[in-house]
Nanobody, 116 residues
């Protein structure tokens, strides 16, 4: 069955960095677009970044709020999608979720807290 398992969250000071990982299984990873969402307390879940399948060029897209600070990438050999978070700010605090739209699956989420 399709599974997504995120890791890499934690507590970081403003200006710091984290790298989130999402390990996928149960489907041919390289064939599908992947995305990262986040949900802050009391807010709706929002799209942070997406990357298309390798066959369609692996194009990336970002929310305006994270452009220039976050980078999404994929390693098809490891069935893993990454989200590099740089220059983190308190407003980036949220649970970050990995998502594969074609299969309608979400990971369990990983908490990112940005605080001094």
């Amino acid at each position: 069955q399709v599974q997504l398992v995120e890791s890499g969250g934690g507590l970081v000071q403003p200006g710091g960095s984290l790298r989130l990982s999402c390990a996928a299984s149960g489907f041919t990873f390289s064939r599908y677009g992947m995305s990262w969402y986040r949900q802050a307390p009391g807010a709706e879940r929002e799209l942070v970044a997406s990357i298309t399948s390798t066959g369609t060029g692996g194009s990336t897209n970002y929310a305006d709020s994270v452009k220039g600070r976050f980078t999404i990438s994929r390693d098809n050999a490891k069935n893993t999608v990454y989200l590099q978070l740089n220059s983190l700010q308190p407003e980036d605090t949220a649970v970050y979720y990995c998502h594969v739209a074609f299969w309608g699956k979400w990971g369990q989420g990983t908490q990112v807290t940005v605080s001094s």
